[in-house]
């Protein structure tokens, strides 16, 4: 029986080596449709990364954010740069609004039912809370934060 360690590592190596492959066979092949397939893959292996360095959701939270910035950033700012490749916008915006829906699911997956309980259930003492602060908290409001911050930017640049 392997260890977890070692099946962990695995993943990740077959998901690098995936996305090399893909990256050569694209390049080689000249097939600059395809090019948006790399942004999957990049996601998973970034995935496969937490998941062999055992992140906690948090960790995972925060991955997330800042591959949606990078994705962002990149359909932002290197637009033009990324036209040649047959990138298009629209295509990047969706996985960044997909991460985004998905950041505060991972950091509080009770969220919907903590929201919905506090709304309809009256607090008979005013000093008890459900919510308990710490530095994971505030690393998931900032994560939540950005990720609430994306869709908003994304549509301001699609108006420009």
């Not at 292996?45 to 948090?58: D, G, K, N, P, Q």
């Amino acid at each position: 029986m392997r260890s977890s360690s070692e099946i962990r590592f695995s993943i990740l190596s077959m998901t690098l080596l995936l996305l090399l492959w893909a990256t050569l066979s694209i390049w080689l092949a000249k097939w600059t449709r395809l090019v948006l397939v790399l942004a999957y893959l990049v996601l998973a292996l970034v995935l496969a990364f937490c998941y062999t360095l055992r992140f906690e959701s948090i960790g995972y939270a925060l991955t997330v954010t800042c591959i949606a910035l990078l994705y962002h950033g990149l359909n932002r700012f290197e637009r033009r740069r990324l036209e040649p490749f047959g990138i298009p916008g629209l295509g990047l915006d969706q996985i960044v609004l997909v991460l985004v829906l998905v950041v505060p699911f991972i950091s509080s997956p009770l969220l919907p039912v903590q929201l919905f309980a506090s709304a309809y259930r009256p607090s008979l003492d005013s000093s008890s809370s459900l919510y308990q602060t710490s530095w994971q908290t505030m690393a998931e409001l900032v994560a939540v934060g950005l990720a609430y911050y994306l869709p908003l930017a994304s549509r301001s640049t699609r108006q420009v």
